[in-house]
T-cell receptor
Framework: KQEVTQIPAALSVPEGENLVLNCSFTDSAIYNLQWFRQDPGKGLTSLLLIQSSQREQTSGRLNASLDKSSGRSTLYIAASQPGDSATYLCAVKGNQFYFGTGTSLTVIP | EAGVAQSPRYKIIEKRQSVAFWCNPISGHATLYWYQQILGQGPKLLIQFQNNGVVDDSQLPKDRFSAERLKGVDSTLKIQPAKLEDSAVYLC????????????FGPGTRLTVL
C-alpha cells in the first residue's frame, strides 16, 4: 500500500523567506502528484499537478519538482507572504489518490 | 466554470442519528470521490465513482456508510447510525475521466457527532 509522508509537520518562517516543503512516497508506480493548499475550515485548492513523466511544474512563486525514482517531491515557495499561511498537502495518484498528512505553514509578518 | 458544490457546510448530530451529505461535481467530470478528513490528518478515500458505477469502496465502512450516484452526476453520502468517531470533514472531489487529470475539491461538510 502507498505511504505518503510530509516533513516537516509544521513550519514557521518570517515574511520574505524562501522555503521548501517535502513529500515522499513509497511506491513509484504513480500517474501524477498533486500539491494542494488547505485553509482552516475550507476544502482543498489545487496548486500544481506534475505528471509522472515530468520533472517540475511552476506557477507564479511556486515550483514543484518530482523525482519518481527516489519517491520524492518538493514544493518551493519563493518570497513567502503572510497570505501563504495554510496547510499544504501532497497527493499521489496510483490506483487511487493517497494523501500525506500535510505541512502547516505560518508566515510571520 | 462552476466548482464542486457540497451541502450542507456544517452539521451537528447526536450519536446513533443518521445524516446525509450532497455533492454536485464539475459539469462533465465522470469521476467523483468522497473523502473523510479527520482533524490533523490528510483526506482518506471512502469511495470512488466512475459515472454511476462504484470503482473503489474498499475503505468505506459499509455497515454504516452508504453512497450513491444514481444518474452519474450528483452524489449523496449517508451515515446511519453515526458514531462519535465519524466527526470529520467530508470532502467531495471530481475529475475528468482520464487518470492523468487533476482532481478538484468542494468546500467540504464539517460533521460533529455529539
Amino acid at each position: 500500500k502507498q505511504e505518503v509522508t510530509q516533513i516537516p509537520a509544521a513550519l514557521s518562517v518570517p515574511e520574505g523567506e524562501n522555503l521548501v516543503l517535502n513529500c515522499s512516497f513509497t511506491d513509484s508506480a504513480i500517474y501524477n502528484l498533486q500539491w494542494f493548499r488547505q485553509d482552516p475550515g475550507k476544502g482543498l485548492t489545487s496548486l500544481l499537478l506534475i505528471q509522472s513523466s515530468q520533472r517540475e511544474q511552476t506557477s507564479g512563486r511556486l515550483n514543484a519538482s518530482l523525482d519518481k525514482s527516489s519517491g520524492r517531491s518538493t514544493l518551493y515557495i519563493a518570497a513567502s507572504q503572510p497570505g501563504d499561511s495554510a496547510t499544504y498537502l501532497c497527493a499521489v495518484k496510483g490506483n487511487q489518490f493517497y494523501f500525506g498528512t500535510g505541512t502547516s505553514l505560518t508566515v510571520i509578518p | 466554470e462552476a466548482g464542486v458544490a457540497q451541502s450542507p457546510r456544517y452539521k451537528i448530530i447526536e450519536k446513533r442519528q443518521s445524516v446525509a451529505f450532497w455533492c454536485n461535481p464539475i459539469s462533465g467530470h465522470a469521476t467523483l470521490y468522497w473523502y473523510q478528513q479527520i482533524l490533523g490528518q490528510g483526506p482518506k478515500l471512502l469511495i470512488q465513482f466512475q459515472n454511476n458505477g462504484v470503482v473503489d469502496d474498499s475503505q468505506l465502512p459499509k455497515d454504516r456508510f452508504s453512497a450513491e450516484r444514481l444518474k452519474g452526476v450528483d452524489s449523496t453520502l449517508k451515515i446511519q447510525p453515526a458514531k462519535l468517531e465519524d466527526s470529520a470533514v467530508y470532502l467531495c472531489a471530481s475529475r475528468e475521466r482520464d487518470s492523468y487529470n487533476e482532481q478538484f475539491f468542494g468546500p467540504g461538510t464539517r460533521l460533529t457527532v455529539l
